[in-house]
Nanobody
Framework: QVQLVESGGGLVQTGGSLRLSCAAS????????MGWFRQAPGKEREFAAA????????DYADSVKGRFTISRDNAKNTVYLQMNSLKPEDTAVYYC???????????????WGQGTQVTVSS
């Protein structure tokens, strides 16, 4: 079992930046690919970004590519999502996720965090 706890959400103005963190416990963190998903009110949860266990491979949704950067620090058992040039359409609850491979974490993660709210004001 893996436990994931997100933090760092909040309110930011359009064009601003925010960094989300996800702390993992319960299993060896470095064995898992990690990802971030987001869900706006009334919409389905959508993939945002993912990173392999080593950090050597990443994947991004087209909507965030060039603005968001996913990274991980295995020594701290933490994955980050640096969000720059934020837009109102980025407003959502952001969820951390984990799975056994990069391909799986982008589509069907096995573990989820509780989510953290990100609100971008116009």
């Amino acid at each position: 079992q893996v436990q994931l706890v997100e933090s760092g959400g909040g309110l930011v103005q359009t064009g601003g930046s925010l960094r989300l963190s996800c702390a993992a416990s319960g299993r060896i963190f470095s064995n898992y690919a990690m990802g971030w998903f987001r869900q706006a009110p009334g919409k389905e949860r959508e993939f945002a970004a993912a990173i392999s266990w080593s950090g050597g491979s990443t994947d991004y949704a087209d909507s965030v590519k060039g603005r968001f950067t996913i990274s991980r620090d295995n020594a701290k058992n933490t994955v980050y999502l640096q969000m720059n040039s934020l837009k109102p359409e980025d407003t959502a609850v952001y969820y951390c996720a984990a799975a056994g491979s990069l391909a799986v974490v982008t589509t069907a993660p096995g573990y989820w965090g509780q989510g953290t709210q990100v609100t971008v004001s116009s």
